[in-house]
């Protein structure tokens, strides 16, 4: 104790007080956060945040758990990022984690850590939650350690522990404790700078539940505990774990005899204290060896005092991070490993961080543990079952665009997040918004690097965990009762959440009211995050808020009227007040102090005139949607008035309605509406105002009546009148207010009464001596007649049982009657809507109205006999209406008949005959109707398709149907054809029979027989199916159709021909040479089998033209006869290739060479001295005959042939010499195109037998030494008859749990494996009963025998020949993926398409007129880049 009086001397040196304005910055609220952070579980029960859902992800109990023994002797390899292989593990297959709705942090992009990165910089959270966390520099404590590194050397600092005192860790041994108080006065100096270097520096401390003693780790291994009351040093222990490593951590549990601490070699030891005939002791025990696995994080689980009797508390849980993975393991009674989780793939840099919290989940508060190595946080939730096991559920996890190296629960709710450039973010963690981030830059935090690579003993770590300890700062944060301190390399800082009031004072010193007030209205709601100081009761919360929001607004409008411009544009004021006003006008509503809104604020912005007006519009959408009821008559006046001088009447109008004008000049209301047209307003002030219904009715028909009875046509304006009139009465005879809302009910009653009264008065209130009787009727009926008795059936409908109203029915009926019948001046629509109306009327059972039936009569005479033949089609709907609506019944049927067919009103004639079931004369109805003739065809097949008729009305259709044929033939072809194939399929020969116009049956024959829609026009052709295949025609009938298409339509014979079946050869080659049509003629025999006719017959025609061309020599120019030999010529060498395949040498011979000598022949007349105009037409004509026929015929044949010709034996070869030559360049061309195929395909071959020799031969790589389905590593199990199956995806499996799993497959006596976790995450919910559509790696057989693989993508349907050899799965995956490696067309499909198209149609690539490849070829394809060029022609 020698080193006491120092101490004291550093204590009066140290000593520098604080002024009590800073303190109070500093410690003032942590009375208070003490006390929230004591109830804040409870109000978190009591306050459920409704923006999301917890949901738990149970994880599945094990049958066994691991023992601890098990988890120390497992094999981490360091250089293996561990990936969570069983998906079923915590449930993860079924957590959406990118799916939840957030604000700020969570990112809903992949999981792709790249791209998490590359994101922008989120916007600030600063405008919606203000500044929620308060920073302080602790400058007595700050100075104190700047004074003790230079006094007493006490080196920089190291680590820090904060309790009811704050400890502060040195570089050269030294622990300084600091009071919390507002002094922060240096308690205790413990230690000595002598300890100190042989120790070395503090590397971690420690404080326990009661802050009666530290535990000091230092960076050469040495633990002390000391008294932090009498500064005393109770133990110095210095093997509690292997010699040579720092300490990393060193964490009292909350048994004050238990501690844990964490070494460089990666080691977790258990440390007990005891005292024993007072000597004091401590024992010490490996909880984690390092050579497993290094250890760099530990977390006990502390529990706060009101939660000591929590039953987890029992185990006295501790979290440890490896590098690998998270494990929870329980201390007490006995040591028990409860989980471990992998950490997936990540950055090897990344620090693991651990932190425990009690939460609130589902009304139960249990611990919850945060854990992330990188940018991504997990929560697990641990709770204790009935049974008394550890129950662990996951949570949503935190997906971040940072990477984390400190993670500090500051709540329940709200974490302090420290990133890699330090900076802090504010997460609220039910809802992952970032409420704020801020620099700390200028903290300079102190990281603990050294101590992990454990420099003081010689940096005996491995590389992984010295990465790691390059962000590494466990020891420089630690938190207490909701305040977090931050240790610097010269300061110490602490942080705390702001109070709800100055988070609001903090946005109001920035001038940011706007902001100010919604984070306010955020504290009214209970939406805020992060709130401090605020009561739990609602009614409390909301009214102290409520007080400091007026208060702000009163600012808030003072500070509008003050910055308003006082120069400049009046745009810029109104500008102004629009950004403002509506700010205040909304926050009084909200708060419902329309008292506030309407005296106090109303006068304030009413000094100004723009503000006025301003906010006199703001209240404009609250009046429309009926938010805001009780305005004050001044404003209401005032608002008006404002509208009005704006000349917005539109808006005046929607206002009215939806105000109490009560209190305001009815009058000059009404005045005001009247003159600007504001009609709606107008009737609800009349109705609103003064209960008056009938005045606004006689204010309209003023406007409307006269131009009615006049004749003239209503303006627009007039028209709106009159609809808003109808509109109007249908309201008030309904019982509803007008525009909106319902009358009174006591009121109801009265005002249909007096609305009836109004509308049958005999003459109006100021009628003149002209005017007829009931006006007001009459000039409904006039206006819109429809519309009027629409109403009034209405109305009729609403008033069933009520005696007077059915007097009143029976009164407006005859008043109808009266105004209508006796008057010529009504059209036939509005006389039929009157008498349609009746007739309705009349047809209710319930009727109780009087119609004489003599005044249906004359209205059947009014619209069957008019005086002149208009209004056709109207007269006969208004008829057809009358007659639906039930007005039948007044009428004797056959003189309606009778009347109808006179007037040629065909549609009643169908409703009558439809009546009658008189169908058979339906279809006269049609033919005679020229708007629907068309229509009969669907109601002839309707009738004999349709079940529900009997067989005689059935027959008698089908015979008119027939009577009518040659009708419904030149009515449209098409649908006769069709109807005549499926109805009349057995008649068709009496049918044409009675077609006697020889065009007309062509028609019909076409329709009828050829099944090509596209040689129909689209008119004809739409919705015609015939089904030819189910017609029975005798073959005479396709016969005379050949016949009348040879006269109408020659061109189409042969393309007819080829898709029409049922004709017979002979009989229809005769009809094609009685017409001289001699390309069918040859196409006819060349289908009979006499391919030599068929080609002389076409050798004979090119001879013909041949000559043509010859005799006209040089006197013409036209272009046409060469045309027609080129059109032959390519007919004969067509004919030629389809059949020389079929014939030997000779055959071929007989048909190519006479082609030849035909197109030579014309060459052999003309001259060298005078040749022929078309010379070199024929000789490119004759070139395209020898590439034609060189394909069928050897060279030397065609050569020796051409030489046999006397004319070219005597010398006159030079006149060939261009065929020659063109031949052997052909030659020439194909045999260099054969060596270059041949070439090709053998590099080809070799190289694709390389690669699938290297792929066969390929081995598996498994990612992992363990089963995915059980955990147990393969060798543990190997002492059972158990293989190892290995699949080509890397995942490893015992071949008894695959079998448990149901995943193996039977084929062909062989058993194949499928992979579990992938057939798993492809959601298949059955295995594939072919192979062949199993997924990569899905299959295999057992390790010791040669691996299988799967068969991938194709059509399982295919299946191979048995003579054909079959493929094993490996071949079959190592060819695709051989495929695969092509880009583009295969070499080997090139040559099959050019050898398809060589031996289908012949076509050399270089032939002139003959077209290119398939229209689907892959040469048209504008990927194919090799372009094949032919040989050039040799020219004379």
């Given at each position: 104790?020698?080193?006491?009086?120092?101490?004291?001397?550093?204590?009066?040196?140290?000593?520098?007080?604080?002024?009590?304005?800073?303190?109070?910055?500093?410690?003032?609220?942590?009375?208070?956060?003490?006390?929230?952070?004591?109830?804040?579980?409870?109000?978190?029960?009591?306050?459920?945040?409704?923006?999301?859902?917890?949901?738990?992800?149970?994880?599945?109990?094990?049958?066994?758990?691991?023992?601890?023994?098990?988890?120390?002797?497992?094999?981490?390899?360091?250089?293996?990022?561990?990936?969570?292989?069983?998906?079923?593990?915590?449930?993860?297959?079924?957590?959406?984690?990118?799916?939840?709705?957030?604000?700020?942090?969570?990112?809903?992009?992949?999981?792709?850590?790249?791209?998490?990165?590359?994101?922008?910089?989120?916007?600030?959270?600063?405008?919606?939650?203000?500044?929620?966390?308060?920073?302080?520099?602790?400058?007595g404590i700050s100075a104190q350690i700047a004074s003790a590194a230079d006094k007493v050397d006490a080196g920089l600092p190291t680590a820090i522990a904060v309790s009811s005192l704050i400890a502060v860790g040195t570089s050269h041994g030294l622990a300084l404790i600091f009071g919390k108080d507002q002094n922060q006065a240096l308690r205790l100096c413990l230690g000595s700078t002598s300890v100190g270097g042989q120790y070395g520096a503090i590397s971690a401390l420690s404080i326990n539940n009661d802050c009666s003693r530290l535990l000091c780790g230092f960076a050469k291994g040495q633990i002390t505990m000391w008294d932090l009351a009498s500064g005393k040093l109770l133990r110095s222990i210095s093997d509690a774990h292997p010699p040579g490593t720092a300490i990393l951590h060193i964490k009292f549990t909350d048994d004050p005899t238990l501690a844990i601490c964490n070494d460089s070699g990666g080691s977790v030891f258990e440390l007990t204290f005891k005292r024993v005939m007072g000597v004091r002791t401590c024992e010490s025990r490996c909880l984690f060896s390092g050579s497993k696995g290094e250890v760099c994080c530990i977390e006990p689980l502390h529990?706060?005092?009101?939660?000591?009797?929590?039953?987890?508390?029992?185990?006295?849980?501790?979290?440890?991070?490896?590098?690998?993975?998270?494990?929870?393991?329980?201390?007490?009674?006995?040591?028990?490993?409860?989980?471990?989780?992998?950490?997936?793939?990540?950055?090897?840099?990344?620090?693991?961080?651990?932190?425990?919290?009690?939460?609130?989940?589902?009304?139960?508060?249990?611990?919850?543990?945060?854990?992330?190595?990188?940018?991504?946080?997990?929560?697990?939730?641990?709770?204790?079952?009935?049974?008394?096991?550890?129950?662990?559920?996951?949570?949503?996890?935190?997906?971040?665009?940072?990477?984390?190296?400190?993670?500090?629960?500051?709540?329940?709710?709200?974490?302090?997040?420290?990133?890699?450039?330090?900076?802090?973010?504010?997460?609220?963690?039910?809802?992952?918004?970032?409420?704020?981030?801020?620099?700390?830059?200028?903290?300079?935090?102190?990281?603990?690097?050294?101590?992990?690579?454990?420099?003081?003993?010689?940096?005996?770590?491995?590389?992984?965990?010295?990465?790691?300890?390059?962000?590494?700062?466990?020891?420089?944060?630690?938190?207490?009762?909701?305040?977090?301190?931050?240790?610097?390399?010269?300061?110490?800082?602490?942080?705390?959440?702001?109070?709800?009031?100055?988070?609001?004072?903090?946005?109001?010193?920035?001038?940011?009211?706007?902001?100010?007030?919604?984070?306010?209205?955020?504290?009214?709601?209970?939406?805020?995050?992060?709130?401090?100081?605020?009561?739990?009761d609602v009614s409390k919360r909301k009214a102290v808020v409520a007080d400091r929001m007026v208060e702000i607004l009163f600012h808030y409008a003072d500070r509008a009227l003050k910055k308003c411009p006082d120069q400049g544009k009046i745009q810029v004021m109104e500008q102004h007040f629009q950004d403002t006003v509506p700010v205040i006008v909304d926050y009084c509503l909200l708060l419902q102090r329309k008292d506030l809104l309407f005296s106090q604020m109303y006068d304030k912005l009413s000094e100004n005139s723009v503000a006025k007006g301003v906010f006199l519009e703001c209240l404009e959408p609250y009046i429309l949607s009926d938010k805001l009821v009780g305005i004050t008559p001044q404003v209401m006046k005032d608002l008006i008035v404002h509208f009005q001088d704006k000349k917005l009447m539109d808006s005046v109008e929607a206002l009215i309605v939806h105000m109490d004008i009560t209190s305001l000049d009815i009058q000059q209301v009404v005045l005001m509406c009247w003159e600007n047209r504001l009609y709606d307003a107008m009737i609800y002030v009349y109705n609103r105002g003064m209960n008056e219904f009938i005045s606004p009715m006689e204010k309209?028909?003023?406007?409307?009546?006269?131009?009615?009875?006049?004749?003239?046509?209503?303006?627009?304006?007039?028209?709106?009148?009159?609809?808003?009139?109808?509109?109007?009465?249908?309201?008030?005879?309904?019982?509803?207010?007008?525009?909106?809302?319902?009358?009174?009910?006591?009121?109801?009653?009265?005002?249909?009464?007096?609305?009836?009264?109004?509308?049958?008065?005999?003459?109006?209130?100021?009628?003149?001596?002209?005017?007829?009787?009931?006006?007001?009727?009459?000039?409904?009926?006039?206006?819109?007649?429809?519309?009027?008795?629409?109403?009034?059936?209405?109305?009729?409908?609403?008033?069933?049982?009520?005696?007077?109203?059915?007097?009143?029915?029976?009164?407006?009926?005859?008043?109808?009657?009266?105004?209508?019948?006796?008057?010529?001046?009504?059209?036939?629509?509005?006389?039929?809507?009157?008498?349609?109306?009746?007739?309705?009327?009349?047809?209710?059972?319930?009727?109780?109205?009087?119609?004489?039936?003599?005044?249906?009569?004359?209205?059947?005479?009014?619209?069957?006999?008019?005086?002149?033949?208009?209004?056709?089609?109207?007269?006969?709907?208004?008829?057809?209406?009358?007659?639906?609506?039930?007005?039948?019944?007044?009428?004797?049927?056959?003189?309606?008949?009778?009347?109808?067919?006179?007037?040629?009103?065909?549609?009643?004639?169908?409703?009558?005959?439809?009546?009658?079931?008189?169908?058979?004369?339906?279809?006269?109805?049609?033919?005679?109707?020229?708007?629907?003739?068309?229509?009969?065809?669907?109601?002839?097949?309707?009738?004999?398709?349709?079940?529900?008729?009997?067989?005689?009305?059935?027959?008698?259709?089908?015979?008119?149907?027939?009577?009518?044929?040659?009708?419904?033939?030149?009515?449209?072809?098409?649908?006769?054809?069709?109807?005549?194939?499926?109805?009349?399929?057995?008649?068709?020969?009496?049918?044409?029979?009675?077609?006697?116009?020889?065009?007309?049956?062509?028609?019909?024959?076409?329709?009828?027989?050829?099944?090509?829609?596209?040689?129909?026009?689209?008119?004809?052709?739409?919705?015609?199916?015939?089904?030819?295949?189910?017609?029975?025609?005798?073959?005479?009938?396709?016969?005379?159709?050949?016949?009348?298409?040879?006269?109408?339509?020659?061109?189409?014979?042969?393309?007819?021909?080829?898709?029409?079946?049922?004709?017979?050869?002979?009989?229809?080659?005769?009809?094609?040479?009685?017409?001289?049509?001699?390309?069918?003629?040859?196409?006819?025999?060349?289908?009979?089998?006499?391919?030599?006719?068929?080609?002389?017959?076409?050798?004979?025609?090119?001879?013909?033209?041949?000559?043509?061309?010859?005799?006209?020599?040089?006197?013409?120019?036209?272009?046409?006869?060469?045309?027609?030999?080129?059109?032959?010529?390519?007919?004969?060498?067509?004919?030629?290739?389809?059949?020389?395949?079929?014939?030997?040498?000779?055959?071929?011979?007989?048909?190519?060479?006479?082609?030849?000598?035909?197109?030579?022949?014309?060459?052999?007349?003309?001259?060298?001295?005078?040749?022929?105009?078309?010379?070199?037409?024929?000789?490119?004509?004759?070139?395209?005959?020898?590439?034609?026929?060189?394909?069928?015929?050897?060279?030397?044949?065609?050569?020796?042939?051409?030489?046999?010709?006397?004319?070219?034996?005597?010398?006159?070869?030079?006149?060939?010499?261009?065929?020659?030559?063109?031949?052997?360049?052909?030659?020439?061309?194909?045999?260099?195109?054969?060596?270059?195929?041949?070439?090709?395909?053998?590099?080809?071959?070799?190289?694709?037998?390389?690669?699938?020799?290297?792929?066969?031969?390929?081995?598996?790589?498994?990612?992992?030494?363990?089963?995915?389905?059980?955990?147990?590593?393969?060798?543990?199990?190997?002492?059972?008859?158990?293989?190892?199956?290995?699949?080509?995806?890397?995942?490893?499996?015992?071949?008894?749990?695959?079998?448990?799993?149901?995943?193996?497959?039977?084929?062909?006596?062989?058993?194949?494996?499928?992979?579990?976790?992938?057939?798993?995450?492809?959601?298949?919910?059955?295995?594939?009963?072919?192979?062949?559509?199993?997924?990569?790696?899905?299959?295999?057989?057992?390790?010791?025998?040669?691996?299988?693989?799967?068969?991938?993508?194709?059509?399982?349907?295919?299946?191979?020949?048995?003579?054909?050899?079959?493929?094993?799965?490996?071949?079959?995956?190592?060819?695709?993926?051989?495929?695969?490696?092509?880009?583009?067309?295969?070499?080997?499909?090139?040559?099959?398409?050019?050898?398809?198209?060589?031996?289908?149609?012949?076509?050399?690539?270089?032939?002139?007129?003959?077209?290119?490849?398939?229209?689907?070829?892959?040469?048209?394809?504008?990927?194919?880049?090799?372009?094949?060029?032919?040989?050039?022609?040799?020219?004379?």
């Amino acid at each position: 104790m020698e080193n006491e009086p120092d101490q004291e001397n550093l204590e009066q040196n140290l000593c520098v007080r604080t002024t009590e304005e800073e303190l109070n910055k500093s410690f003032s609220l942590e009375a208070s956060l003490s006390k929230f952070s004591c109830i804040d579980l409870d109000k978190e029960l009591e306050f459920k945040n409704d923006l999301i859902d917890d949901k738990e992800f149970d994880i599945p109990q094990v049958d066994t758990p691991p023992t601890l023994e098990s988890i120390l002797n497992e094999t981490d390899d360091e250089d293996e990022s561990f990936v969570l292989e069983d998906p079923t593990l915590l449930n993860i297959d079924t957590i959406d984690s990118h799916s939840y709705d957030t604000s700020s942090v969570a990112s809903s992009d992949s999981g792709d850590r790249a791209n998490l990165k590359r994101k922008k910089k989120l916007p600030d959270a600063f405008s919606l939650h203000g500044s929620v966390m308060r920073h302080s520099l602790l400058k007595g404590i700050s100075a104190q350690i700047a004074s003790a590194a230079d006094k007493v050397d006490a080196g920089l600092p190291t680590a820090i522990a904060v309790s009811s005192l704050i400890a502060v860790g040195t570089s050269h041994g030294l622990a300084l404790i600091f009071g919390k108080d507002q002094n922060q006065a240096l308690r205790l100096c413990l230690g000595s700078t002598s300890v100190g270097g042989q120790y070395g520096a503090i590397s971690a401390l420690s404080i326990n539940n009661d802050c009666s003693r530290l535990l000091c780790g230092f960076a050469k291994g040495q633990i002390t505990m000391w008294d932090l009351a009498s500064g005393k040093l109770l133990r110095s222990i210095s093997d509690a774990h292997p010699p040579g490593t720092a300490i990393l951590h060193i964490k009292f549990t909350d048994d004050p005899t238990l501690a844990i601490c964490n070494d460089s070699g990666g080691s977790v030891f258990e440390l007990t204290f005891k005292r024993v005939m007072g000597v004091r002791t401590c024992e010490s025990r490996c909880l984690f060896s390092g050579s497993k696995g290094e250890v760099c994080c530990i977390e006990p689980l502390h529990s706060k005092p009101e939660l000591k009797d929590h039953p987890i508390t029992q185990f006295s849980l501790l979290a440890m991070a490896s590098l690998t993975k998270i494990l929870v393991i329980g201390l007490k009674p006995s040591l028990k490993v409860w989980m471990t989780f992998p950490y997936g793939r990540m950055d090897p840099s990344s620090v693991p961080l651990l932190a425990w919290h009690f939460v609130a989940v589902n009304n139960c508060v249990n611990p919850m543990l945060a854990f992330c190595r990188g940018d991504v946080v997990h929560f697990l939730l641990v709770k204790r079952d009935e049974s008394g096991a550890i129950h662990v559920t996951k949570q949503k996890h935190l997906h971040l665009y940072y990477d984390l190296i400190n993670f500090t629960w500051i709540n329940s709710r709200t974490v302090v997040l420290l990133d890699s450039v330090e900076k802090l973010h504010v997460i609220d963690r039910q809802t992952q918004e970032e409420l704020e981030t801020m620099e700390i830059s200028e903290v300079q935090l102190v990281y603990n690097s050294s101590h992990f690579k454990s420099l003081a003993t010689g940096g005996n770590v491995s590389q992984a965990l010295a990465l790691v300890g390059e962000k590494a700062c466990y020891q420089s944060i630690s938190s207490y009762g909701g305040q977090i301190f931050y240790l610097g390399t010269k300061s110490v800082y602490v942080m705390m959440l702001r109070s709800w009031r100055e988070r609001m004072d903090h946005l109001l010193k920035q001038d940011c009211l706007t902001e100010a007030l919604a984070l306010a209205w955020s504290f009214h709601e209970g939406k805020a995050k992060a709130v401090v100081g605020l009561s739990g009761d609602v009614s409390k919360r909301k009214a102290v808020v409520a007080d400091r929001m007026v208060e702000i607004l009163f600012h808030y409008a003072d500070r509008a009227l003050k910055k308003c411009p006082d120069q400049g544009k009046i745009q810029v004021m109104e500008q102004h007040f629009q950004d403002t006003v509506p700010v205040i006008v909304d926050y009084c509503l909200l708060l419902q102090r329309k008292d506030l809104l309407f005296s106090q604020m109303y006068d304030k912005l009413s000094e100004n005139s723009v503000a006025k007006g301003v906010f006199l519009e703001c209240l404009e959408p609250y009046i429309l949607s009926d938010k805001l009821v009780g305005i004050t008559p001044q404003v209401m006046k005032d608002l008006i008035v404002h509208f009005q001088d704006k000349k917005l009447m539109d808006s005046v109008e929607a206002l009215i309605v939806h105000m109490d004008i009560t209190s305001l000049d009815i009058q000059q209301v009404v005045l005001m509406c009247w003159e600007n047209r504001l009609y709606d307003a107008m009737i609800y002030v009349y109705n609103r105002g003064m209960n008056e219904f009938i005045s606004p009715m006689e204010k309209l028909f003023k406007v409307i009546a006269p131009p009615l009875n006049a004749g003239k046509t209503l303006t627009d304006e007039q028209v709106v009148m009159g609809n808003k009139l109808l509109v109007y009465i249908s309201c008030c005879l309904a019982g509803r207010a007008y525009p909106l809302g319902d009358i009174p009910e006591d009121l109801v009653p009265l005002v249909k009464n007096q609305v009836f009264e109004f509308l049958i008065r005999l003459h109006s209130v100021e009628a003149s001596s002209e005017e007829e009787v009931y006006p007001y009727v009459r000039t409904l009926l006039h206006f819109d007649t429809r519309e009027f008795l629409n109403v009034l059936a209405l109305t009729f409908e609403d008033f069933k049982n009520d005696k007077q109203a059915v007097e009143y029915q029976q009164r407006i009926v005859d008043i109808l009657l009266k105004v209508m019948v006796e008057n010529s001046d009504f059209t036939p629509s509005q006389v039929g809507c009157l008498f349609t109306f009746l007739a309705r009327q009349l047809a209710k059972p319930d009727n109780t109205l009087f119609v004489n039936r003599t005044l249906f009569d004359q209205v059947l005479e009014f619209l069957c006999s008019p005086d002149d033949d208009s209004r056709h089609s109207e007269r006969q709907q208004v008829l057809l209406e009358l007659l639906q609506a039930g007005g039948i019944v007044q009428f004797e049927e056959g003189r309606l008949i009778r009347m109808a067919e006179k007037a040629e009103f065909y549609q009643i004639c169908e409703f009558m005959y439809e009546r009658a079931h008189q169908y058979d004369k339906i279809i006269d109805c049609y033919l005679h109707d020229p708007l629907r003739e068309e229509e009969v065809f669907n109601y002839i097949h309707n009738i004999l398709s349709i079940p529900g008729h009997s067989a005689e009305e059935k027959r008698s259709v089908w015979q008119k149907a027939m009577d009518h044929m040659e009708e419904l033939v030149s009515l449209k072809p098409c649908k006769a054809a069709e109807l005549v194939a499926t109805h009349f399929s057995g008649q068709i020969e009496v049918v044409i029979g009675q077609l006697q116009n020889q065009v007309l049956l062509f028609k019909f024959l076409r329709s009828l027989l050829d099944p090509r829609c596209a040689l129909l026009p689209s008119a004809f052709r739409e919705g015609v199916h015939i089904n030819q295949e189910l017609l029975q025609i005798p073959p005479s009938v396709p016969e005379q159709f050949i016949e009348l298409l040879c006269q109408f339509s020659p061109d189409q014979v042969i393309e007819t021909l080829q898709v029409l079946e049922c004709y017979r050869l002979e009989e229809t080659i005769q009809i094609t040479q009685k017409y001289q049509l001699h390309e069918v003629t040859a196409y006819l025999l060349e289908k009979k089998g006499d391919v030599h006719g068929a080609f002389l017959l076409l050798l004979e025609r090119l001879q013909s033209r041949l000559q043509e061309i010859t005799r006209q020599g040089g006197n013409t120019t036209e272009a046409f006869p060469l045309k027609a030999v080129e059109d032959t010529m390519v007919e004969t060498i067509a004919l030629c290739q389809r059949n020389s395949q079929n014939l030997n040498q000779q055959q071929r011979e007989a048909l190519w060479f006479p082609l030849l000598e035909a197109m030579m022949a014309p060459q052999k007349l003309s001259s060298s001295a005078a040749p022929h105009r078309h010379c070199e037409a024929l000789k490119s004509l004759t070139m395209q005959v020898l590439n034609s026929m060189a394909a069928f015929i050897a060279l030397p044949s065609i050569l020796q042939r051409i030489l046999q010709d006397p004319i070219y034996g005597k010398g006159k070869l030079g006149e060939i010499q261009g065929l020659i030559l063109g031949m052997l360049d052909t030659f020439n061309y194909e045999q260099t195109l054969l060596e270059t195929t041949t070439s090709l395909l053998n590099q080809d071959l070799h190289w694709s037998l390389c690669n699938l020799r290297a792929s066969v031969s390929r081995g598996l790589n498994p990612k992992q030494d363990y089963c995915s389905i059980c955990l147990q590593q393969y060798k543990r199990r190997q002492e059972m008859a158990d293989d190892i199956i290995v699949f080509s995806c890397g995942h490893l499996y015992h071949s008894f749990c695959l079998q448990s799993k149901e995943c193996t497959l039977e084929i062909e006596g062989q058993t194949r494996w499928i992979c579990y976790k992938c057939s798993s995450s492809s959601k298949a919910g059955k295995l594939s009963e072919n192979s062949s559509e199993d997924k990569k790696g899905r299959v295999t057989s057992q390790a010791k025998a040669p691996p299988l693989y799967h068969q991938t993508k194709g059509d399982p349907s295919v299946r191979k020949a048995n003579s054909e050899p079959a493929l094993d799965p490996q071949q079959i995956q190592a060819f695709e993926q051989l495929c695969r490696l092509y880009r583009g067309s295969s070499r080997l499909a090139l040559l099959t398409e050019l050898s398809q198209n060589r031996s289908g149609d012949s076509c050399r690539p270089f032939a002139g007129s003959q077209s290119g490849p398939a229209f689907n070829s892959i040469f048209q394809n504008e990927n194919f880049q090799l372009q094949l060029a032919p040989p050039p022609v040799a020219e004379d």
